[in-house]
């Protein structure tokens, strides 16, 4: 490779001139430059700062989607948007598009058929809106609240989880209660502003109303379809007069007892108190039908009586006779009897013996004839 110019810089790589001596150059600022083969990892121009390792970033520096750049070009680092005409910036025009559709999406409101929203105008409260596409200024000098009105909400006591709510009856005893109670609004205004939590408020009202109810009632009776039916009646119209005296603008549309049940402590004692009252009651049943019965037969033999009675005042000899007669037949007529006649005579007539010997005999008769014929 003599005479030829080596690729790493300096001179034909051998002797004195192969780039191990100063060759005596200068650069443009008067100095002289650097000794030995040039770095061809290094920028262009990074020889004046001297020799120093590539870094990674001034590697991905000016790398673009393309690769790796060097200069100013379109997608470069120093990539700019093309002026407006008349050399203005499109970055203002940018900011008021994004600031007017903001205004745009919170002047402009889409509500519900079964929707209404409150308007408060720098946090004070000023309209309600009805359904459709309603205007109000933009945020934040008016803010709008949209609310469901006119659907069923359904709150679970106890919720589920929860302990059991224990009630204590009228007659002392405690049940297990849960029950579910359904509302919505009837005021928007009256619900977003008067209570601070409306639906705790709910859950508050529904409990000490069902208290208030089941106090009223035994156990029997909360027990039975009827009485559950007239309890749920008092809860809803009780919770009603609270909450409107309350101003809460909520209607309360009904109140169902899901279930009412003995403590579970005391569940199977609860049993054995029910099948004992059972058997009472079947025991008096039972009592009471015999008793009918014995009465009737009485109310019978009364009515007999009063008719004999009535025959007796017409001819009261013969009626005599005849209940004598047919009151010794009656007695007489299961008993042995032995016949005495006149006094000073004692002839025996042994009739229970000649009856039995009759019996006997009789069958034997009646065989002896069939045998002679």
Known sequence: MAGKKSPWGGGSGKGPEDGNEPSGEKDDSGQDKPKGPRNPWLPPGSEDGGRRAPNIEDIFKSRGPEGPRRGGGPGGPNFRLPPRPGGKSWFPLAIAGIVGIGLLT??????????????????????????????????????????????????????????????????????????????????LENFKFSLAEPVETVNEVAEAAMRASVAEKTLDQTFSGQGRAEIEQSVRLRMQRTLDAYRSGIQVLGVEIAKADPPGDVVDSFRDVSVAEQNADAARNQASGYAQQVIAQAQGEAEAFDQVYEQYRLAPEVTRKRLYYETMERVLSKTDKTIVETPGVTPYLPLPELRRRAQQAQPTTTVTVQEGQ
């Open 106 to 187: 919170t002047s402009v409101h889409l509500i519900g058929p079964q929707e209404k929203a409150v308007v408060k105008t720098l946090g004070n409260y000023t309209r309600t809106l009805d359904s459709g596409m309603r205007f109000s200024a933009p945020f934040p000098i008016e803010t709008v609240d949209v609310e469901d009105v006119t659907g069923v909400r359904v709150v679970r006591i106890p919720e589920t989880g929860q302990k059991a709510k224990l009630i204590l009856t009228g007659d002392q005893n405690l049940v297990d209660l849960s029950y579910i109670v359904r509302w919505n609004i009837k005021s």
